[in-house]
């Protein structure tokens, strides 16, 4: 699956944006089209990274994207002139170029715009549960916990290469093989098994984050998470997963708690939830913002 933060959408996207300064010098463009170019390119790396101009280190970040658009941009665009002078050259209008480059710097800025505040999200989320100090958390509580056997993740691997290896998911399915892995490991599992599930690839593999989620309803699994204050960690950073299948669960499980007496803590803001809403529109965010607002109120 290719997602808009994928590396194979990225190679795309850059395909097409820096293709414009090359295009330029193959059609032996003059150098005034070069801070039009950059400019495009810029565009692009400040859209993806964003950078917090409210700080000096953004400011040094945006200094060091300018350098590097700027090299980027005139290498290529001279990679082109020579290749037009010394073999043959290409007949294109002064704006074709810019308008290839254009084209994918309108789309990348499209596709980065939340990007930051979903970090920001993000971070929020795991800054309050990282209040949650080891040492806070009762003896007997760490020490049902141990950390992860080599035998734990062997098991743990055989049951994620079973889910890699489906053709096609739905819940029974997936639940066969996590019931399977919660009975013969119970709770150690859960923290490997979020590990890769939360990994930097698990934008292509949903259903890896549909299975943890399916996991966690298992009841000494959902024990053990409730007393290590967690049981709302993998819902709320899945919440924003790119699978509609894994959001709509991940709503499933919020729900559970909120339906528990009493519900466990942290929860997510109404805020946020009301906000994704706006990203994910017809999901059922509002009507969810709308019962951890309830349950606030309530002082639950």
């Known amino acids: ?168 998911w739905d819940q029974v399915t997936v639940d066969l093989i996590v019931q399977d892995l919660a009975d013969t490991l119970g709770p150690e599992a859960f923290d490997p098994f979020y590990d890769f599930a939360a990994g930097e690839e698990r934008a292509n593999e949903p259903v890896i984050d549909y299975a943890l989620l399916r996991f966690m309803m298992d009841e000494q699994v959902l024990q053990a998470l409730i007393a290590r204050g967690e049981a709302a960690l993998a819902p709320m950073l899945l919440l924003v997963a790119p699978d509609p299948a894994v959001r709509g669960e991940a709503r499933a499980r919020l729900y559970d708690l909120l339906a528990l007496s009493p519900a466990p803590r942290p929860l997510p803001d109404p805020v946020w939830l009301a906000r994704l809403g706006e990203y994910f529109p017809d999901e059922g965010y509002e009507q969810l913002a709308n019962a951890v607002d309830r349950l606030h109120q309530r002082g639950a």
């Open 1 to 168: 699956m290719i997602s808009r933060y994928s590396r194979i959408w990225l190679w795309l996207l850059a395909a097409v944006l820096y293709g414009g300064p090359a295009l330029s010098g193959l059609a032996q463009h003059g150098w005034t089209v070069l801070p039009v170019l950059t400019a495009l390119c810029l565009m692009h790396a400040s859209a993806r990274h964003k950078p917090d101009l409210a700080t000096p280190a953004g400011w040094a970040g945006l200094t060091m994207m300018v350098a590097e658009q700027t090299a980027m941009v005139t290498l290529l665009w001279a990679i082109g002139l020579g290749i037009a002078v010394s073999v043959t050259a290409i007949q294109l209008p002064i704006w074709a170029p810019m308008l290839v480059s254009a084209l994918a710097a309108g789309v990348s800025t499209w596709a980065f715009r939340d990007a930051a505040e979903m970090d920001v999200m993000l971070e929020s989320v795991l800054d309050a549960l990282g209040r949650v100090r080891a040492a806070d958390i009762p003896l007997a509580t760490r020490e049902a916990w141990p950390a992860p056997h080599p035998e734990t993740l062997a098991a743990l691997n055989q049951r994620l290469d079973a889910l890699r290896s489906l053709d096609s």
